[in-house]
């Protein structure tokens, strides 16, 4: 047989590059066709297996789904919600510290009264005080009993918060201060604001002291707003003395004494072995200055309606009342070495701690000077007047400008949750 004859009979060998290429093409276009797969779809998960000895891996973040275009967030809800508490005013937000606002204005007229028998002063300038006082008492107690009547719970917050529950004293002192002013002109009213300042005092007093006693307190409690009740009843006895209730004036000034000696010692030892106490709450330190010119002002007063000033008894009671006398002046030159930092704070309603503590230590000083003729006795007694005067104005005259614009009546810090619509 020829070779081509051969070459024709014989079938021809496979290309081999030839269909490795076709077949990688094919390959790759499955491959592509996969892939698309994949990416149109969900990938699917595979389980990645750990040796027994490995750490567990940290929990997957599940995936969030995207916002909406427009939806609204519930952050921006939130912050719409507290802009509207802010713009909003509401009687819910009064605060129950504006009391110790009358305690400053009534003081201040009561401690010109003094001045003006002392040192021949003119007896209007201590006239407007009172009859101003007596005006923005009424004021502060409506407001604040409209804000009990449509908001109870806020009442209630008020009561058992462990230092703004303190205040409600003020509301009773104020009845007993403007007592005091009533009684030269009208003797009747000064009797019936007694008769229910005292015993509303003295309740406050026994509900304060029950609290204390059952609930839980922590040191950073204790400031000096807890010395308002007590010295409530050591007003009380001063108050109620020149109407005819010397004997009880003395049994509620023993509970205002003996208390007020028990928290001088816890507030010392709250400033000087605990943290400071926050800046809105360090005024409230002058109040500190309240207790001991009131119950020198009281051994006065209470001497004076039991025995006499010539009896034996009479000049031991004024030996007594000299000595605590000479206690306040010395925490008066206490606070003196503090006078810079406390003016170097923003303003708070708090300042006005600053304004009856005053007026009760220029009555102390003028009683003093009054029945002692010395002119450093003098001088102190009309510094005291001209520095509560002075800074009662100025306390009033900011407070005055927030009552105004709305600044009492709106939350210093509106709550996270979606606000209601107050009265």
Known sequence: ???????????????????????????????????????KGRARKTPVKRSPGAPPAPPETPETP????????????????????????????????MFASVLGLAGLGLAWREAAD??????????????????????????????????????????IDPIRGCYFAAASMGLLLLSSAAAPHAPWLAEALWLVGAPVNMAVTLATVSGWMTREFHMHHATPVWFLPIAGNLLASIAGTPLGYGEIGWMIFAVGFIFWLV????????????????????????????????AAIAFQVLAAGAAGPATEAGTTTSGVATMLYGLTLFIAAL????????????????????????SAFTV????????????????????????ATLITLYVFAITA???????????????????????
Do not use: C
């Open 263 to 294: 928290l001088q010692v816890i507030i010392f030892y709250r400033l000087l072995f605990h943290e400071p106490m926050e800046q809105p709450l360090r005024p409230t330190i002058v109040i500190m200055l309240a207790p001991p010119a009131l």
């Open 118 to 159: 002392a040192f021949g002063f003119t007896d209007a300038v201590g006239e407007l005080f009172l009859g101003f006082a007596a005006g923005f008492y009424v004021a502060v107690l409506g407001l604040y009993a409209l804000k009990a009547v449509r908001h109870p719970d806020a009442l209630v917050a008020d009561f």
């Open 335 to 358: 606070l003196l070495t503090q006078a810079r930092t406390l003016m170097r704070l923003p303003f708070a309603l708090s300042n006005w701690s600053y304004t009856f503590p005053l």
């Open 401 to 423: 400008k927030a009552l105004l614009a709305g600044a009492l009546f709106r939350s210093p810090s509106p709550p996270a949750r979606e606000a209601e619509t107050e009265d």
């Open 66 to 97: 995207e916002t909406p275009l427009g939806a609204r967030q519930p952050d921006a809800r939130a912050a719409l919600a507290a802009g509207k508490a802010l713009r909003n005013p509401s009687t819910r937000h009064f605060p129950v510290t």
């Open 364 to 387: 102390a000083a003028t009683l003093y000077a009054a029945q002692h003729d010395s002119w450093a006795a003098d001088a102190i007694a009309i510094a005291g007047l001209a520095a």
């Open 1 to 39: 047989m020829s070779d081509d004859t051969q070459s024709k009979t014989s079938p021809a060998k496979p290309r081999p590059a030839a269909k490795t290429a076709r077949t990688k093409t094919g390959a790759a276009k499955t491959g592509a066709a996969k892939t698309g797969a994949v990416k």
